[in-house]
């Protein structure tokens, strides 16, 4: 248990690097304030995670459909699966906690401008777009998701908060070295 507590703070504190290096230069004013969000119920940090889910599976059909790379369709295929699963887990927590299993939708204006112009590319530049926007991406969700652990109630959400935080920095390695 302890070994797995070390892997993971190891896994946290090298994604959070990257957290500071892919936002270096946005300064105290940083265009999404919930880049330093932390829920502190089980229902905000579904209303968190929904729509974060949402962009990315988004973001990972865009590449499944016009992308080049064959191991990067492999890892958009991976990730559509294992976050549809987990808005399902949510959505359905939501319900039982109050009443509505959908969370409201955040209307991030960034990324809605990005994801038009990723509707553009294709091939390599729509690989590329992917891996550099992703990165960033999934490295927002780690210090939401991993601050959120002492407010959260539910087994369930405490468990995929944890597997947020491995499986999404374990990805951000992975499309690092797809990057080099």
Do not use: W
């Not at 703070?9 to 290096?21: D, G, M, P």
């Not at 973001?59 to 499944?64: D, H």
């Not at 490295?139 to 959400?157: C, D, E, F, G, W």
Request: glycine share 4%; net charge positive.
């Amino acid at each position: 248990m302890n070994l797995l507590k070390g892997l993971r703070a190891s896994i946290f504190v090298s994604a959070l690097s990257l957290v500071s290096l892919s936002h270096a230069g946005v300064g105290e004013n940083c265009p999404d304030p919930r880049m330093t969000y932390t829920p502190k119920s089980d229902v905000q940090f579904i209303d968190y995670f929904q729509p974060h889910h949402t962009m990315a599976i988004e973001m990972a059909n865009e590449l499944l459909e016009r992308g080049e790379s064959a191991e990067l369709r492999m890892m958009a295929q991976k990730m559509i699966r294992s976050q549809t699963a987990e808005i399902q887990i949510m959505r359905n927590a939501r319900k039982a906690l109050t009443g509505r299993s959908a969370s409201p939708h955040l209307m991030d204006q960034h990324m809605m401008a990005d994801m038009k112009h990723m509707k553009t590319l294709s091939g390599k530049q729509l690989d590329t777009h992917f891996i550099d926007h992703m990165i960033p991406h999934h490295a927002s969700a780690l210090p939401t998701a991993h601050q959120s652990l002492r407010y959260l109630k539910r087994a369930a959400i405490k468990d995929m908060a944890n597997m947020i935080v491995m499986e999404q920095a374990k990805e951000i390695g992975e499309l690092q070295k797809m990057r080099e």
